[in-house]
């Protein structure tokens, strides 16, 4: 087996599991994009084996602290193993990640299920190379009636991959509906969000649904609605859902009806909404803020702050006295200890005072590894608007 040789004081000695080209002192066997290798640290004792990618600024990835291979043996034992994890941690699986890469020593491959349909992601090329070996362990584990690749994103390009998506087991089927925790979803597997559905915000909804009742409630950068819905199920007195996408918002009201909720509807960009409507002196009860990524690199955080910063600023102008503000950062970039600062000096601008009322992650089925960091991207906090002293 080829091995990369890693220099001292790497992130691999801490815990984590990625090899950055800088951490590479030299590579010997001749190692090809794709293969297998050994890790070794500088005394060439071995730190485990990895998938590597040259093409990438990650050069390789540890999947165990042994020598493996990458046939379908690998392959479905990991994912019957991710299958058991799920099943014991007493969430609903009918709509579940199943495999969430390096949480699940698979880096690079997602599977997320739908009741009868599963949508899986490839995104290291060691994986992709060996797709036609983890539809096969997914049959065996999951037995779907369906199987949608959902090979997107910029991971992909990163690691010199062609964008791909389709339908390789059974047939696409039509959007469907789905229900879990109480709440009704359309699921577009080949066109929807993600792979159908923000799975990991799945509890952040019934969480914010019960905070919502006799409230009238605003969420901002909707999407599909889900705490919206979760509002409206609650026994919210209004609500209305934001968001820049008009196709977004249809899902929004078939997801309504499908539930047999009222939501009002706005296609307009948040930060607009927002600025105007404060202007305005228009109040709420409870806002709700869940913006895409600001993020996605440690160069741009600042910018990303400046960003979170606006709209709670504005945010937190509109809360009624006792309103509840519910907010969510879904950008491992930025820490929990920023956002939370950012929240707080909105709260010095706007001259207001917010007591703590919850604090809210990722769902269970997106389990955090110790020593991984990027493994805890989701953070949100629910806060109440004191009365002035």
């Known amino acids: ?22 951490d590479v002192r030299n590579a010997s066997g001749a190692p090809e994009p794709g293969d297998v290798v050994m890790l070794k640290d500088f005394k060439l ?3 485990g084996s990895a998938i590597y990618n040259p093409k990438s ?6 999947i165990s602290f042994r ?38 020593g698979l880096p690079g491959l ?5 009741g009868d349909h599963v949508v899986y992601q490839t995104l290291t090329l060691a994986f992709g190379l060996r797709e036609h070996l983890i539809i096969r362990a997914i049959e065996e584990v999951l037995k779907p009636k369906t199987i949608t690749a959902r090979n997107e994103g910029n ?4 690691e010199g991959m062609e964008l791909v998506k389709k339908t390789v087991v059974g047939e696409t089927p039509p959007p469907f509906p789905i229900q879990v925790a109480g709440m009704t979803f359309q699921i577009d597997v080949m066109e929807g969000q993600k792979t159908g559905l923000y799975i990991d915000q799945i509890d952040n909804y019934v969480g914010v649904g019960r905070l919502a009742k006799g409230r009238r409630t605003l969420d901002c950068f909707c999407n599909q609605g889900g705490f919206a819905q979760a509002a409206a199920l609650g026994g919210a007195s209004e609500v209305t859902a934001i968001d820049v996408s008009e196709p977004a918002l249809q899902q929004v009201q078939a997801n309504a009806k499908a539930a047999g909720v009222k939501i009002n509807t706005v296609c307009e960009n948040a930060f607009d909404f927002l600025k105007r409507n404060e202007a305005a002196g228009e109040k709420y009860d409870l806002i709700v803020l869940d913006p895409p990524s600001f993020t996605r690199t440690k160069a741009s955080v600042n910018d990303a702050l400046r960003g979170y910063k606006e709209i709670h600023l504005r945010a937190i102008k509109m809360l009624a006295p006792g309103g509840r503000l519910a907010t969510f950062s879904c950008s491992h970039h930025v820490s929990m200890g920023e956002f939370y600062k950012t929240v707080l000096d909105a709260a010095v601008d706007a001259k207001r005072t917010l007591r703590l009322v919850e604090r809210f992650e990722q769902r269970r089925d997106h389990p955090i590894i110790a020593g991984l960091s990027e493994t805890e991207y989701l953070r949100g906090y629910a806060f109440e608007l004191m009365a002035s002293w």
């Open 1 to 22: 087996m080829a091995s990369l040789i890693i220099l001292p004081r790497s992130r691999i000695f801490h815990g984590h599991d990625w090899v950055y080209a800088s």
């Open 45 to 47: 004792r071995p730190l």
């Open 57 to 62: 600024q990650i050069i390789a990835r540890r």
């Open 67 to 104: 020598a493996v291979d990458l046939d379908h043996d690998f392959f479905l034992r990991r994912i019957e193993r991710a299958w058991e994890h799920r099943q014991s941690l007493g969430i609903d699986t009918t709509v579940c990640r199943v495999v969430w890469s390096e949480a699940d």
């Open 110 to 114: 997602v599977v997320d299920r739908y």
């Open 155 to 158: 991971i992909r390009l990163a």
